[in-house]
């Protein structure tokens, strides 16, 4: 099966901005992976922030945005806040499987 | 509100059995395809199992082939996800996850002698 990458660690400063991507073994990145992005924090169960790319939910921060960039998808945080250092996770959907990639530590300095 | 609230974890030996259970509310279940997530303790997420809205197809990530079986009644707005032969290195929380992106809070799931 496909191997998802995600860079293991980024560090952004407060207000600043930072991009998350997120890599296919097999390829580029399309619309058709539908891509997620989900955020979690330590002890608590994850919640998505993007999903099909680039939609947001209600609860989405403005400052999250999904795209597609270079061959991968990406998210985008405008604006770091402290209360975004979490653990960032990527999901890729190829013909129905679901693949994960490793998550990305963001810590906001 | 949508709310997915799993249950049908605990402790099992290996080569035991579970079934896990997630009813939704607040979304038309019957529209969405549904998953099962799971985390392993300090790891990261792995996706296991995913169904269509209408049933009609399944998924598996490779190494639950043969011995997890996801399914799912629209009627009771229900996914299920049945465990057999588990293995020590099926401990985990598994989370049910719906397409655009609602989870449940977990069942935990320990495979220990």
């Known amino acids: 099966q496909a191997v998802v990458t995600q860079e293991p660690s980024l560090t952004v400063s407060p207000g600043g901005t930072v991009t998350l991507t997120c890599g296919s073994s097999t390829g580029a990145v399309t619309s058709g992976h539908y891509s997620y992005w989900f955020q979690q924090k330590p002890g608590q169960a994850p919640r998505t922030l993007i999903y099909?790319?680039?939609n947001k939910h209600s609860w989405t921060p403005a400052r999250f945005s999904g795209s597609l960039l270079g061959g991968k998808a990406a998210l985008t945080l405008s604006g770091a806040q402290p209360e975004d250092e979490a653990e960032y996770y990527c999901?890729?959907?190829?013909?129905?499987?679901?693949?994960f990639g490793g998550g990305t530590k963001l810590t906001v300095l | 509100e949508v709310k997915l609230v799993e249950s049908g974890g605990g402790l099992v030996q290996p080569g035991g059995s579970l079934r896990l259970s997630c009813v939704v509310s607040g979304l038309t279940f019957s529209n969405y395809w549904m998953a099962w997530v799971r985390q392993a303790p300090g790891k990261g997420l792995e996706w296991e199992a995913g169904?269509?809205?209408?049933?009609?197809?399944?998924f598996y990530v490779d190494s639950v082939k043969g011995r997890f079986t996801i399914s799912r009644d629209n009627a009771k707005n229900s996914l299920y996800l049945q465990m057999n032969s588990l293995r020590v290195e099926d401990t985990a929380v598994y989370y049910c996850?719906?397409?655009?992106?609602?989870w449940g809070q977990g069942t935990l799931v320990t495979v220990s002698s």
């Open positions: 999901l890729l959907s190829y013909s129905g499987v679901g693949v």
């Open positions: 099909d790319t680039s």
């Open positions: 996850v719906s397409s655009q992106g609602y």
């Open positions: 169904i269509k809205p209408d049933g009609s197809e399944k």
